[in-house]
């Protein structure tokens, strides 16, 4: 009897040890700790950038680091004028940059198109990660009437060296909800090529209508969508995941978040606007305990198994 009491002690350790708690993956590293909302990383040969949805005067922030872990400055503006089809204050929202063959750095961004004021994508070019940006185009290069508004664009390139934009529908406020998108993109990036390709639709409960900011990651034999969901404002706002063969889908959502301020011990509040780079998983999330200033995060990530883990 007493050697049965010990084997039941023993498996009842064992399953303790081998399933921590979600939040003993340690500390979520503070990178940026003032408003830097929604955070697109790029890896240079001269560091690390950073850029931000727009802070007060600033239209599109970027910051610079010799490593993923900082030090972090930020360092100023980084797009050189506000489109002409654009609203000038209207805000530059969840930018994203990427490095073309030709060595061309080319600037994603929302901003609300000059008399209605739906939020529509567009593009502008520079010879170097920081800018400045010079605004490409007469128009916005995502627009879909119908869409509500078209925001959070995000590049992936595939293993074939294919370009695309994903981003999101931002239809919540005029009827269906909230969609993520894939356009495919000439090599010039500025460009679509052929139509578009709907991945996910906010489809859950917990999603409150809102899905947005997707990145995409491939690992050996699956694509891997993270996208933020709920409410930004709201504590209930978090990171999942979805999963797919290949970048056209089905896109099967992982059953519980990935980032949330529960799984990270409330250390994090509302994490979201996920990018992930070079082995480490960058998010925001509010600071001080209110709804004003976002800073930016860093927690590391690996793929065993093509499954996202934390640590």
Not at 77 to 95: E, H, T
């Amino acid at each position: 009897m007493k050697f049965l009491r010990r084997l039941v002690i023993l498996a009842v350790a064992l399953t303790l040890v081998s399933s921590p708690p979600a939040f003993a993956i340690g500390t979520p590293k503070l990178l940026i700790g003032q408003d830097f909302p929604d955070p697109d990383i790029v890896k240079t040969d001269s560091g690390f950038f950073a850029f931000s949805t727009s802070t007060g005067a600033v239209k599109v922030p970027y910051a610079h680091a010799p490593a993923a872990e900082g030090p972090w400055r930020v360092a100023g503006d980084a797009l050189a004028a506000v489109p002409k089809w654009a609203k000038p204050d209207g805000g530059f929202w969840a930018p994203d940059v990427a490095l073309l063959s030709d060595g061309t750095f080319v600037l994603y961004f929302s901003a609300a198109v000059a008399p209605g004021g739906e939020m529509c994508i567009g593009v502008a070019t520079a010879a170097k990660a920081e800018g400045p940006y010079t605004p490409a185009g007469d128009g916005p290069l995502i627009c879909v009437p119908g869409d509500g508004g078209d925001i959070d664009p995000q590049t992936f390139v595939d293993s074939d060296g294919s370009r695309y934009l994903l981003y999101k529908s931002d239809g919540a406020a005029v009827g269906p909800p909230a969609a993520i998108w894939s356009q495919k993109l000439r090599a010039d990036g500025r460009t679509p090529d052929g139509p578009r390709i709907e991945l996910l639709r906010a489809d859950l409960a917990s999603e409150n209508a809102v899905v947005e900011a997707p990145s995409v990651v491939k690992t050996p034999s699956r694509y891997l969508l993270f996208y933020s969901a709920d409410t930004f404002q709201s504590s209930g706002y978090h990171t999942g995941y979805a999963s797919a063969p290949s970048l056209s889908g089905p896109f099967v959502k992982a059953g519980t978040p990935f980032l949330s301020t529960d799984l990270l011990g409330g250390k994090v509040d509302a994490p979201g606007g996920a990018d992930v780079v070079d082995g480490n998983i960058h998010f925001h999330g509010w600071l001080g305990g209110g709804r004003t200033a976002r800073g930016m995060y860093l927690l590391p990530i690996g793929f065993p198994g093509d499954v996202p883990q934390l640590g």
